[in-house]
């Protein structure tokens, strides 16, 4: 074959390999052959490397977990600006072991209770039912009068119970829309009209206290179910 030019280093090896019993290699193999530093390198490498895996692998880990943790649990959020039944759903969150968001623009009281949390938004339109919307999951139980709030909550899979205790969904809420769109156009042509409710009835608060109970019953087995 033709001659190849081999450097002094290259010499040396084939030496080595050559007294040992080995078959000496071609030039180019010996001079790639990796010196005892490089090796040394190499596992610091993979070391590293794998230190990273297992690091990102708990991570990915401990999101999941977390993250199906809280879809796994029931928590109900108030609208609560001028909401009359809030202290009932204090005691069927303390009785049932929920977090309750308190969401409103102030003035309303905080709870002693670590695990009713009192959010405090600013003055500006719509900011309680913005922090709502970016809050909840699906099966997360929100109490609330406001109709487009109720609607907007449903698309993401929350489950609506107004102040008399009455549930929106996807099967009613359309209807109930049309009805409030209704009574804003009338309100709008006759600026007159005196738009006051009717007191808030006890039979009101027990049908609300009954229907709770019975979502978060519902909702409870649904996450059984899907544990």
């Known amino acids: ?33 990796p010196k005892p530093h490089d090796k040394g390198t190499n596992k610091a490498i993979n070391k590293s490397f794998a230190f990273m895996g297992y690091n990102l692998y708990y991570l990915i880990i401990f999101i999941y977990w977390n993250y199906n ?21 204090y005691k069927v969150s303390i009785r049932n072991n929920l977090e309750v968001f308190v969401v409103s623009n102030g003035g309303i009281r905080p709870h002693p209770h670590p695990s009713i949390k009192s959010i405090f938004v600013g003055s500006g339109f719509n900011e309680a039912d913005q922090y709502i919307l970016k809050m909840i999951l699906k099966h997360d139980i929100v109490i609330t009068n406001d109709i487009p709030l109720a609607s907007d909550c449903i698309k993401i899979g929350a489950i609506i119970v107004k102040h008399n205790g009455y549930i929106l969904n996807e099967h009613n809420i359309a209807n109930e829309l049309s009805k409030r769109n209704l009574m804003t156009e009338i309100r709008a042509a006759n600026p007159l009209m005196n738009s006051k409710g009717k007191p808030f009835s006890n039979s009101e608060k027990s049908n609300f206290l009954n229907k709770l109970e ?5 909702l409870k087995k649904i996450n059984d179910f899907q544990k």
């Not at 943790?69 to 759903?89: G, S, T």
């Not at 019975?214 to 519902?218: F, H």
């Open 1 to 33: 074959g033709k001659n190849q030019t081999i450097s002094i280093e290259e010499r040396k090896n084939l030496k080595l390999i050559s007294s040992k019993g080995g078959k000496c290699p071609s030039p180019a193999f010996a001079a790639a052959k």
């Open 69 to 89: 943790f809280a879809l796994k649990m029931v928590r109900i959020f108030i609208d609560a600006d001028a909401c009359p039944v809030k202290e009932e759903v």
């Open 214 to 218: 019975t979502e978060i019953r519902n």
